[in-house]
T-cell receptor, first 115, second 114 residues
Framework: AQSVAQPEDQVNVAEGNPLTVKCTYS??????LFWYVQYPNRGLQFLLK??????LVKGSYGFEAEFNKSQTSFHLKKPSALVSDSALYFC?????????????FGAGTRLFVKA | KAGVTQTPRYLIKTRGQQVTLSCSPI?????VSWYQQTPGQGLQFLFE???????NKGNFPGRFSGRQFSNSRSEMNVSTLELGDSALYLC?????????????FGPGTRLTVT
């Protein structure tokens, strides 16, 4: 079955420190991978994507992610965390299904950045 | 460009009633997807429409249905509401071309069933 796993329910990091939010996937074929962020009481916002090309992709708000095909991972990173980065982060993969496509989301990782 | 809009933002219904939620995608986006978000189940895919055709459906009962109009606006209907249908319903639109497959989400409709 095609799936996305976010092994950590919660990540805690101090402001100014680097952060990593982990994501692994299981799909057939070449994956289209995404990261989304959800701030309290708001919808999801697109952060970044990997379709093809460079394994390191850069996105909004200083975030970046590294696609690792051999480890089937797509971890989200930021060199220096801000308190305002505290939010719920979702990893997602676009897969083919029933003649169309659908996006499968991970369970989400809650990031807490402490001042 | 205006973002994805959803109406209404909040709804309170009683068991057995039905409800219709509306979504207007970003101009030019032909794909609209619907998701149910709950604390326990996370984000669950409901269905996806592209050019007025349902391309995909998630594992939800037939009480959940939807449609897309020629202007790409979409509606979702839930009949015979159950307490477990209480959730945040999110609509997302996507361009679906030229490697632009990312989804843009609306603020959601929070449905409470009593």
């Amino acid at each position: 079955a095609q799936s996305v796993a976010q092994p950590e329910d919660q990540v805690n990091v101090a402001e100014g420190n680097p952060l990593t939010v982990k994501c692994t996937y299981s799909v057939s074929g070449n994956p289209y991978l995404f990261w989304y962020v959800q701030y309290p009481n708001r919808g999801l916002q697109f952060l970044l994507k990997y379709i093809t090309g460079d394994n390191l992709v850069k996105g909004s708000y200083g975030f970046e992610a590294e696609f690792n095909k051999s480890q089937t991972s797509f971890h989200l990173k930021k060199p220096s965390a801000l308190v305002s980065d505290s939010a719920l982060y979702f990893c997602a993969v676009r897969v083919g299904a029933s003649g169309g496509f659908k996006t499968i989301f991970g369970a989400g990782t809650r990031l807490f950045v402490k001042a | 460009k205006a973002g994805v809009t959803q109406t209404p933002r909040y709804l309170i219904k009683t068991r057995g009633q039905q409800v219709t939620l509306s979504c207007s995608p970003i101009s030019g986006h032909r794909s609209v997807s619907w998701y149910q978000q709950t604390p326990g189940q996370g984000l669950q895919f409901l269905f996806e429409y592209f050019s007025e055709t349902q391309r995909n459906k998630g594992n939800f009962p037939g009480r959940f249905s939807g449609r897309q109009f020629s202007n790409s606006r979409s509606e979702m209907n839930v009949s015979t509401l159950e307490l477990g249908d209480s959730a945040l319903y999110l609509c997302a639109s996507s361009l679906e071309s030229a490697s632009s497959y990312e989804q843009y989400f609306g603020p959601g409709t929070r449905l409470t069933v009593t």
